[in-house]
């Protein structure tokens, strides 16, 4: 029974730790959208989502690379502006399935705001 708690105690430790890790944000951008955003709309705090979804759409990544970026997130702050909840989920949603993988690749350190 010993031996199984000193097998198991480390390796629990790191599956926790892994869990911990896996729900945190991987871009500079994704540690500002948590609290500025993700906040925000669990809170429905539609003042601060609307002003937070304009500096999104203000300081866009090389637009190029994402070209509905700034739509998507006007689209959401118009949304705030309404107090549409399911319009800035949407506008949230589909600019994560557009761009969340590739900005985690390309953009992790780019800094922000």
Known sequence: MRNLLRLTLPLA???VAGLVAAG???????KWMLPNVG???SALDYDT???SLKLVADKPPPIADYPKWVEMAKAGAAAAA???AKGVKKSCDDCHSAYRE???KEQA???FP
């Open 13 to 15: 430790t790191v599956l």
């Open 24 to 30: 945190q944000p991987k871009t500079l951008l994704g």
């Open 39 to 41: 906040d925000a709309k």
């Open 49 to 51: 989502l609307q002003k």
């Open 82 to 84: 309404k107090e549409d």
């Open 102 to 104: 590739k900005y985690i």
């Open 109 to 111: 350190n780019r800094p």
